[in-house]
Structure formats: structure tokens, C-alpha cells
T-cell receptor
């Protein structure tokens, strides 16, 4: 099946440390999206990557899409307490279904 | 602009009861979908629709029915609730399934 694996499941960091979460798909993706879900909230769109090898930045967040369009990563530089939440990748396949990774729950100690 | 509206926010059902989770969007999106979220398992796709009159199964469709009679509405029906269906349910919509998805606030369902 079309699976999207995401690691790690949990990450606890000291404020100011960096954080990275990784996603891997068993099949080539049309594109990949990243979402953030605050505790008790709903997923909120962060970004979409479409092109092979694409890199996009949003302030302290850097998103990468692998050359084979099967893997992606989200890196946060110098985490802040406002970064707390669960980060999900979502792989979109050509048949229009969006499969989410299990998410990485980030906690930040002040 | 309300975006994606889900009702109810909370629901407790007895095993065997049926109910419908409502989802409506006012963005004229063609693509709508239902997910369930369980601890440690992320969001799993239940059913999706690429337009009015068209629905398809996702990853975990058993025990759920959907219909899409209008562009705006995409209700999810539980025919005979089971404790395994205790979860948080999210409805989402997007322009075409390949673009940014907008999520509703979620429905927390408990089946006892």
C-alpha cells in the first residue's frame, strides 16, 4: 500500500536546540505537504513541496524534498516554546489520496 | 468566511448506535475527505470525494459510509458504532486534492 513513515515519534528539546523530523514514502509522491497541530487543535498547513530536490524556508523552518520524491524533512533551527506541537507530513499520490505520517510530537523545555 | 465546519464537537454513543458526523465547507472546494486520528497513528484516511456525486475509499473505510450530494457537504455515517471507532474525526477540504487542505475543528467520538 501507499505508506508514509515518519520519525521520530517524539522529540524533546531544550529551547534553542535544533529539531528535525523525517518522512519516507514507499512510492514516489506527486508532492508532499507539512502540517502543524497544536495540542487540542486541528492540523494547519505549513507548506507544499512539488519539485524533486526542492528546498523551501519559512523563517527558522527549512523543508526539503528528496531527489527521488520519496522522502522529505522539516528542520527547525533554534526552537522556541511556540514551536510545540505535532508535525505531520502528508504525501500526495497521483490517485488523489493524501496519506499522513504518524507525526512527530515536539516538546520544548524553556 | 467559516472555512470547514464540523458538528458535533463531542459525541458519546452506545455500541450499535448509528450517527452522522456533519461537515460543510464554504470555499467551493471540489475535494473533501474524512480522517480519524488515534494516538501514535497520525491521521488515517477514511473516505474522500473529488467532487459532487463521487466518493472513494481511503485507508480505513470499514464501518463508515459517505455521500456527496452537494459540493458543500460531506457527511460521514457510522452505521453501527463499535468501541474501536472511538477516535477524533477530522474533515478536510482542498481545491483539488493536491493543494493545501483546510481542516475542521474535529469531532471527539467515544463509543461505550
Amino acid at each position: 500500500g501507499q505508506q508514509v513513515m515518519q520519525i521520530p515519534q517524539y522529540q524533546h528539546v531544550q529551547e534553542g536546540e535544533d529539531f528535525t523530523t523525517y518522512c519516507n514514502s514507499s512510492t514516489t509522491l506527486s508532492n508532499i505537504q507539512w502540517y502543524k497541530q497544536r495540542p487540542g487543535g486541528h492540523p494547519v498547513f505549513l507548506i507544499q513541496l512539488v519539485k524533486s530536490g526542492e528546498v523551501k524556508k519559512q523563517k527558522r523552518l527549512t523543508f526539503q524534498f528528496g531527489e527521488a520524491k520519496k522522502n522529505s524533512s522539516l528542520h527547525i533551527t533554534a526552537t522556541q516554546t511556540t514551536d510545540v506541537g505535532t508535525y505531520f507530513c502528508a504525501g500526495i499520490h497521483n490517485n488523489n489520496d493524501m496519506r499522513f505520517g504518524a507525526g512527530t510530537r515536539l516538546t520544548v523545555k524553556p | 468566511n467559516a472555512g470547514v465546519t464540523q458538528t458535533p464537537k463531542f459525541q458519546v454513543l452506545k455500541t450499535g448506535q448509528s450517527m452522522t458526523l456533519q461537515c460543510a465547507q464554504d470555499m467551493n472546494h471540489e475535494y473533501m475527505s474524512w480522517y480519524r486520528q488515534d494516538p501514535g497513528m497520525g491521521l488515517r484516511l477514511i473516505h474522500y470525494s473529488v467532487g459532487a456525486g463521487i466518493t472513494d475509499q481511503g485507508e480505513v473505510p470499514n464501518g463508515y459510509n459517505v455521500s456527496r450530494s452537494t459540493t458543500e457537504d460531506f457527511p460521514l455515517r457510522l452505521l453501527s458504532a463499535a468501541p474501536s471507532q472511538t477516535s477524533v474525526y477530522f474533515c478536510a477540504s482542498s481545491y483539488n486534492g493536491h493543494t493545501e487542505a483546510f481542516f475542521g475543528q474535529g469531532t471527539r467520538l467515544t463509543v461505550v
